[in-house]
């Protein structure tokens, strides 16, 4: 537009209108005529300019609607504005929170029992009694006299040695060794020397040697096993309830007054022992037990769950976009227009 000058643009409009004039009355002419076909010259007009850099182009096709109005489409260009459309966006971080629950423990005291069972007992001991063979022991006195004359009675106190022996029997569990005796075999490497292969050997070297006597040559030798069967004695434990017999003895000084002569004097002689059985009564422990239960109480500490709110926040990325133009310029773009007209209004004006 801007290297088209503005004569050549009226001229333009000029023709265009007298372009337009004519088809309006060549349209006239076949109405009245009786002939509804419109000839083939005036169906398309096209015109075409070349100005400058621009070049225009008007299609004209005559249209006819149901109510006999003649339109006759028309391009032509407009200007307008076009911006360079874009989008600015913006990153930002937010911050997105909920509520969670997290589980906390706290300390409370608390009180415990246990039953607890205390053992009263009540020995009473039952006299029971029982025979018990015992061996019973004392070495007299004997007097001896030298062959002096008898002189007068002299008394004295002498002691005799009286000596009693208790056997007490136990039962219990021992451990006593079983054995067994078993043979052995026990062998061991021995060097043999082969004395008559090395003697024959030996002797024919020597012959071949003519008397040569070799004595640094040592004889062959072999090893042989020796195997001997030695007896072992193989013992186990085994436990046996055996009965134990336990003397025990007691020994007292009873004192006996002796008159003997003078010249006599006492010693003791040889043991005198026999063996009785006497009644003895022994205490036998008799045990009455009972339970008494009570309650021992103390004081615990313990751990109690609960649950506690706590805000939890995360950050959550956010894009905020704005559509942005700019750099806006003119172009033109065209536009298609319907010039419509009446033919009954160019009839009357042919007419006149």
């Not at 225009?56 to 489409?73: A, G, H, L, T, Y």
């Not at 700019?326 to 009954?344: A, E, G, L, M, S």
């Amino acid at each position: 537009k801007d290297h088209v000058p503005k004569d050549m643009w009226i001229l333009l409009i000029l023709i265009l209108f007298c372009d337009s004039l004519k088809a309006q009355k060549l349209f006239a002419e076949q109405l009245f005529s009786g002939s509804r076909e419109i000839p083939d010259d005036t169906r398309r007009i096209t015109l075409i300019e070349r100005l400058g850099d621009s070049r225009s182009q008007v299609e004209v096709i005559p249209e006819v609607d149901e109510d006999k109005v003649r339109c006759i489409p028309k391009t032509i260009f407009v200007e307008e504005i076009q911006y360079e459309r874009g989008r600015n966006c913006h990153h930002t971080v937010g911050k997105k929170c909920h509520i969670t629950y997290t589980t906390d423990y706290t300390s409370t005291t608390e009180k415990k029992c246990k039953t607890e069972f205390k053992k009263n007992c009540f020995i009473n001991f039952i006299s029971v009694p029982h025979n018990v063979k015992v061996k019973i022991c004392h070495t007299p006195l004997v007097r001896k006299c030298n062959d002096e004359v008898e002189g007068p009675e002299v008394c004295t106190t002498q002691y005799e040695n009286h000596c009693e022996t208790k056997f007490k029997t136990y039962i219990l569990d021992q451990d006593e060794p079983v054995c067994e005796m078993k043979e052995e075999v026990r062998c061991m490497n021995m060097t043999v020397e082969l004395h008559h292969i090395f003697d024959e050997q030996h002797n024919k070297k020597n012959e071949d040697r003519r008397g040569d006597v070799d004595s640094d040559v040592t004889p062959p030798n072999v090893i042989k096993e020796k195997c001997e069967k030695w007896p072992v004695q193989s013992c186990k434990l085994e436990t046996k309830t055996i009965t134990k017999v336990h003397p025990e003895t007691s020994c007292s000084k009873v004192p006996k007054k002796i008159c003997v002569p003078s010249n006599c004097k006492m010693f003791p002689g040889e043991e005198i022992c026999n063996q009785e059985t006497r009644t003895q009564v022994q205490n036998i422990p008799e045990e009455a037990c009972d339970l008494e239960p009570h309650e021992n109480c103390q004081m615990e500490s313990s751990l109690v769950p609960r649950l506690v709110p706590q805000q939890n926040c995360i950050k959550v990325p956010k894009e905020v976009c704005v559509n942005t133009k700019k750099n806006p310029t003119k172009v033109k773009k065209p536009i298609t227009k319907q010039w419509c007209f009446d033919p009954k209004e160019y009839e009357a004006k042919v007419d006149d």
